[in-house]
């Protein structure tokens, strides 16, 4: 392992969790240029992550990234993230039963014909289906992995600050 990505693990704990909130967000968005749309709680699980970077960001410009409280707000948001991720992974192999009603970010509030053109040019993607895995977990299930793990990462590196 080189000396910077050793030096971020070590010591950096607040940018070591923006790095990987960017990796796993860029990841993302790969799959979804590669065309593997998002559902509704894949959309959910990119959210903590958003709000991740650009607290770190913020916390780097501002030199505050190495304050402990900003670590606690790291932590909780790969937490509120391993949440989502797990219940996810959980409804899509069927562990237990997601939303049974539909969502969507449409606009519904002008012509009836707009809308239901919209509708009907929206990809269905439901949040039950795996639509990639690999060794039987899917995307949700190694997000989950990733944010659990990064969630004790981070819960040890701020207990000893």
Known sequence: MNTFLQTLIKEQPVRFGGLVAFGLLAGAYGFQFAGYPPCEMC??????????ILLVLASVFTKTDKNRWVLLLVTLLFAADASIAVFHAGVEQKWWEGFTTCSSGLDLSGNI??????????????????P???FSISMAG???IIATGMTIYCAVK???S
Do not use: G, H, T
Not at 115 to 123: C, G, T
């Open 158 to 160: 701020f207990k000893r």
């Open 132 to 134: 990639w895995s690999l």
């Open 113 to 130: 014909e707009d809308a239901l053109a919209a509708i009907n040019a929206a990809p269905v993607v439901r949040c039950d289906e795996i």
């Open 142 to 144: 190694y997000n989950a």
């Open 43 to 52: 959309w959910w699980q990119r959210y903590p992550y958003m709000a991740m």
